[in-house]
């Protein structure tokens, strides 16, 4: 009679657990939505294949068109990343509602106001949960207007614009905190 070592055993019974934990992982992966990618408002698959179109036209967008978003008047700073712990603070809002953008297109040429096409996207930073798309109205020459009537949370915000102008594509990205 042969005798099995014990070796032998525990390669074949840890496969039952490695069988389990990648069953499992492959179950997680699965329930996990696709999201949209957080800075161009599109899945990601898109943005991977179509990125350096997405930033060349950025990089023309950025020479030709000068953007300012303001909430109630207050401007909204572009946020600018660190990897030091000097960040901008965040603008506060208070909670009063309806809150207005305005988004002022100035083309960088002649200094004058610019047409084109605005769509802004409220977003929480952890979660898509609580997306809001807000109707944007021309209210002048390259002045646009949105109204916020209600956010369900207090807290940090973020503002994702994205223009059209002339065939060129901006994305633009700033963010508040709602007290």
């Known amino acids: 009679m042969k005798k099995h070592s014990v070796l032998l055993w525990f390669i074949v019974f840890s496969f039952f657990p490695f069988a389990w934990a990648l069953y499992q992982t492959v179950v997680v992966a699965l329930d996990n939505p696709v ?42 700073p ?44 409220l977003t929480r930073p952890e979660t898509d949960q609580f997306d809001q798309m807000l109707e944007v109205a021309r209210e002048a020459e390259g002045n646009y207007t949105a109204l916020l009537n209600k956010l369900p949370k207090a807290g940090r915000w973020i503002v994702r614009v994205e223009i059209n102008a002339s065939g060129e594509r901006g994305f633009f990205e700033r963010e508040f905190f709602l007290q």
């Not at 999201?35 to 990089?59: F, G, P, R, T």
């Not at 953008?101 to 047409?115: D, G, K, Y």
């Open 35 to 76: 999201v949209m990618d957080s800075s161009y408002n599109s899945y990601y698959q898109k943005v991977n294949k179509d990125i350096n179109a997405l930033i060349e036209s950025q990089h023309r967008f950025d020479s030709r068109y000068n953007v300012e978003i303001l909430l109630d008047g207050t401007l909204l």
């Open 78 to 121: 572009q946020r600018k990343q660190s990897f030091v712990h000097s960040r901008q603070p965040l603008t506060h809002i208070n909670s009063s509602f309806p809150k207005k953008f305005t988004i002022t297109l100035l083309s960088r040429e002649n200094n004058s106001t610019a047409e084109g096409n605005i769509s802004i996207k």
